[in-house]
Structure formats: structure tokens, C-alpha cells
């Protein structure tokens, strides 16, 4: 049983198009995350969710717009897709007081 | 200002060899740092949590406060210990502030 799942894994999209990136965790937590990984690894935190409520947004450009539609999931949603926008966005979640935060694998976007 | 700073991009040892992943931080609270590893083609995973003071395949890390640091350490490194470690700091119940990662290359 994955804990944390992402779909898709691997998405290949132009310019100016609109994407999406869905994340499911079955693990009861109630706080979820999206992370950028850019090409020189680096992990930066994008948003952070608490029981379906935006705690954290890391001034992401708002053509980036999460959505929660109930505890387990929190999606990602981003119009109008530039170059820079290339990276690997990870999900993860944990529970409130919790002191680990559990990953999914990873979507790997390629804007072209 | 909150920050994890690993300052080494790569490191390369010899099986056997010890090993040591430095991470220092900085944070006006009181730090709760994290360990992760991504093991080639893996998901990011908890490695070791400094409040737990435990050993992890080996692994152990210490919070030095007066130093700000919380280094990574394993007496004989071994092949399989080849990932990419990220040193990670609790800032807040929602928000974990990553190091920007050091590759390590456990080599034959």
C-alpha cells in the first residue's frame, strides 16, 4: 500500500499550457505539502495544507493554485506554464504535531 | 532568518571509510531537525530525527546547539549508503525547511 501517491509520475507539456498534479495520502495525516525539487536538488517548500485550509504559501507565483478537496488529497494546478516551471514537484504529509513527513515519489515536469 | 545549510554538493569515500554529512542550521526557536535519504529511483524518506536519538543503519546524528549543527555520521560506510541526504529543520507544525542536499558516493 503506497502511503503517499502522485499522479502522473512523468509529465511532458508546452508552454502555456495548464497542468495538473494529483496527490492521495492514506496514511490519516492531516497536513499535506507540495515541495519543488529544482535541478540542482534543492527542496523548497511551496505549500502546506491543514485540514483542507492553506497554512503556507511561499510566495508561489499564483499561476500555481493547490486545491484540497478534503484531508487526503491536495492536488496542484498550474496555468500557463513556463520553462522555469521544469522540476520535480514532491507531495508529502504529515499529522499535526507529527515529527515526520512522508513523501511521495515525485512528478517529474518537462515544460518545453 | 530560518536555514539549513549543506555545504558540501558531493561527497566521495571508500567503502569502509567514515563518513560525515554536515548540516548546520539556523533557527531563533528551538530546532527540531530531521535526516532524509533518496535512494536512486526512490521516494525522499525519513532517515534519523534528533529527538530520537537513535541509530540508523548505522547512522547517527548529534544537535550540537552551540554550534547550530546537526552532522550525519556512520563509522564504515558501505555501498548501499550511496543516496542523496537532506538535512531538514521543523519550523512550525507546518513547515520543514530543507538543506539543499549532499550526494554521497560510497565507492568499492
Known amino acids: 500500500d503506497t502511503a503517499v501517491s502522485q499522479t502522473p509520475k512523468y509529465l511532458v507539456t508546452q508552454m502555456g499550457n495548464d497542468k495538473s498534479i494529483k496527490c492521495e495520502q492514506n496514511?490519516?495525516?492531516?497536513?499535506m505539502y507540495w515541495y519543488k525539487q529544482d535541478s540542482k536538488k534543492f527542496l523548497k517548500i511551496m505549500f502546506s495544507y491543514n485540514n483542507k485550509e492553506l497554512i503556507i504559501n511561499e510566495t508561489v507565483p499564483n499561476r500555481f493554485s493547490p486545491k484540497s478537496p478534503d484531508k487526503a488529497h491536495l492536488n496542484l494546478h498550474i496555468n500557463s506554464l513556463e520553462l522555469g516551471d521544469s522540476a520535480v514537484y514532491f507531495c508529502?504529509?504529515?499529522?499535526?504535531?507529527?515529527?515526520?513527513?512522508?513523501f511521495g515519489q515525485g512528478t517529474r515536469l518537462t515544460v518545453v | 532568518a530560518q536555514r539549513v545549510t549543506q555545504p558540501e554538493k558531493l561527497l566521495s569515500v571508500f567503502k569502509g571509510a567514515p563518513v560525515e554529512l554536515k548540516c548546520n542550521y539556523s533557527?531563533?526557536?528551538?530546532?527540531?531537525l530531521f535526516w532524509y535519504v533518496q535512494y536512486s529511483r526512490q521516494r525522499l524518506q525519513l532517515l534519523l530525527r534528533h529527538i530520537s536519538r537513535e541509530s540508523i543503519k548505522g547512522f547517527t546524528a548529534d544537535l550540537n546547539k552551540g554550534e547550530t549543527s546537526f552532522h550525519l555520521k556512520k563509522p564504515f560506510a558501505q555501498e548501499e549508503d550511496s543516496a542523496m541526504y537532506y538535512c531538514?529543520?521543523?519550523?512550525?507544525?507546518?513547515?520543514?525547511?530543507f538543506g539543499t542536499g549532499t550526494r554521497l558516493k560510497v565507492l568499492a
Open positions: 533557527y531563533s526557536g528551538s530546532p527540531e
Open positions: 508529502a504529509s504529515s499529522s499535526t504535531g507529527g515529527t515526520e513527513a512522508f
Open positions: 496514511l490519516g495525516h492531516d497536513t
Open positions: 531538514a529543520l521543523s519550523v512550525g507544525t507546518y513547515k520543514y525547511i
